[in-house]
């Protein structure tokens, strides 16, 4: 069984030396900057349903992560992480999906999450990490999951989810439902090893897998020139044996058309695909960091002229499918669910403390539950110093 | 009833196992056609077809990646990892994910199908990367099982119940004994439980407790130790975690004493945890300090395997201390 790129087939006399740059990779865009559409570029198949629910999406992504961030300036929450700049890359992928497919997140992709229908209540629950959160308070802010809604759980490793979801997409294709997988991941993640792994595992046991990285240029504070010397990611799909796309990330009718088709090629093929999404992301990497300290004012100036909402607002405007005074009028909607469900979750009480020791296994073993007893019986003694749990420990 | 080595019942509970439910899979370096390196999954891939049984690239992050993802969509994927000394680049996906999959997701999700398999432990020449015993590092992350056979019946029925656990479980197989263990194996389906010791020779002087290989050494101490008049109470721990905390704790508290036999280097072994708990347990029921014969904490020598190993001789010598404390 050889391969098909055999490499002693084509012998030849004299040395080459291929550079590094061989492969470079178009960025492939359909609005532009003002939210024209490029001369001869063919948008995609979406209807005034369709579009306009996106951009309520992004309206709310935009609303909740201003919100949010503030939330976490005063106190009311321990840490955010925003997408500003970001929204049209994972929401105009979401859209491209199969209610189905599954989604593995990074953790900038609350866009996806809102587009499936995470509800404005479920953010605040597992932002405030209260009992009604489906993770049970057990992860820090935006670590988001819903098995309703096909979206796994998010996990601080990076690039961890990148392997599990070409497992995960080996086994849709086992259950031949017609099912995919769509993993998001930035262009630092790509560093890890699990990229590596999970690409090529993917290539080589052909499952159904969109590779989907938002390159929003910066890790943290380390911008990308100093997180890879080639062309940016995409080129690396061709060392894998694997298609790949590069799309402007900010344009959400390319980012849905690209999708469109890398899903068509997943599904129909059984063949991954890598997309890179050009983006920037225009917030700091969380609330923990401070962009000022490792870039220029002119260069987030320039990206805040290339962002993605301006221009699909105004693509709307024009196709006449909203107006400024309905734009502006969701936005301030938005606002009161979400200033709404935040006071409300902020008052929900803390899981009780019997949850500390369930999911660990499927049943706690008995270590836990003397581990459990021996805490309560600590928490009944101190009770002042536990004030979020001693009020249920009777 | 059938002979099996300890690999036959391995390549039998896998075959029971995929005979049973389509949706176990098994997949790692080189167990497709060729079978493994040491053929515990011989024949499988002719049986089952090459998308259930099949060779992964040599990427052992990618591996346990891969087998979280096939497990968090519901299946069963069994993972080989070529040798216990290997594993370190799954660390990872072991520790941060299999680990905390259910309870990071409030029970959203979880990887429950899960189970990796890798040989581990000395005594075939392997020097220091195909000889050492790494059950210790697994067994301080919550949410693994860990499990361990000391013969081919004992292989089979807890691997049998490791691939349907509801939860991911590490198995460790003594690859000393592939080949040399053998005995009557049921051909058939059958489980053993998890998370429970076993008491396998009953004695009223000293507990002497080991685990997978070490049971087998364990057993020629204490044959030596009876020769002295010595009534010995030998437990397989057969699960490292969670551990049977209450069969050990019995039998010391009726022997008084405690040695524990382990492969693994001395400082922070398994043997670590269970010497502190059952001190804390049966501290009033002890004669002697719990005394234990480990491996030297040095990496696996080659040329000086025998001098570095906890044999007989060294375990028979613990013997002796406790009793003569």
Redesign the interface.
Known sequence: MANKAATTNNIVTQLEVIPGDAIKIPTFQLLKEDGTVNKGAKLPEIDKELALKMFSTMQFIRLLDERMFAAQRQGRISFYLSSLGEEAASIGSAAALKFED?IMGQYREQGALAYRGFTVEQFMDQLFSNEK????G??MPV?Y???ALNF??I?S?LG?Q???????????K?DGKGEC?LVYFGEGAASE??F???L??AA??KVPVIFFCRNNRYAISTPSTEQFAGDGIAPRAAGYGMKAIRVDGNDIFAVYAATKEARRIAVEENEPVLIEAMSYRMAGHSTSDDPTGYRTKEEEEEWRGKEPMIRFRNWLIKKGWITEEEADAQMAEHKKAVLAELKKAEQVPAPHVDEII?????TP???LKKQLEALKEHIRKYPEAYPATSKGVK | MAKMNLLQAINSALDVAMAKNN?V?IFGEDVGHFGGVFRATSGLQEKYGR?RC?N??L?E??I????????????F?IAEIQFGDYIF?AF??IV??TA?F?????????V?GLTIRTPYGGGIHGGHYHSQSPEAYFAHT??L?IVVPRNPYQAKGLLLSSIFD??PVLFMEPKRLYRAAVGDVPEEEYTLPL?KAEVVKEGTDVTVLGWGAQVEVIEKAVEMAEKDGVSAEIIDLRSIL?WD??TVAKSVMKTGRLVISQEAPHTMAFGSEVAATIQDQCFLYLEAPIMRASGLDTPYPLAHEKEYFSDHLKTYEAIKRSLNY
């Open positions: 599954m959160d489906l993770g049970k057990r992860q670590h999951g819903c098995a796994m759980t996990s490793p961890t990148i392997p599990q979801a070409t497992g995960y997409a080996y086994g849709q086992q997988t090893g699990d590596h792994a999970g090529n595992m080589v046991s369930e999911d660990v296994y499927d073993p008995e270590h | 949706k899979c998308d099949f992964t690239p990427v992050q990618g346990a990646g891969f087998a979280n993802g096939l497990a968090a969509q519901g299946g994927p680049p990872d996906q941060n994910e905390k259910r309870y990071r997701s409030g029970n959203e999700f979880n429950g919550p949410g099982k509801p939860n998370g969670p905390v209450e």
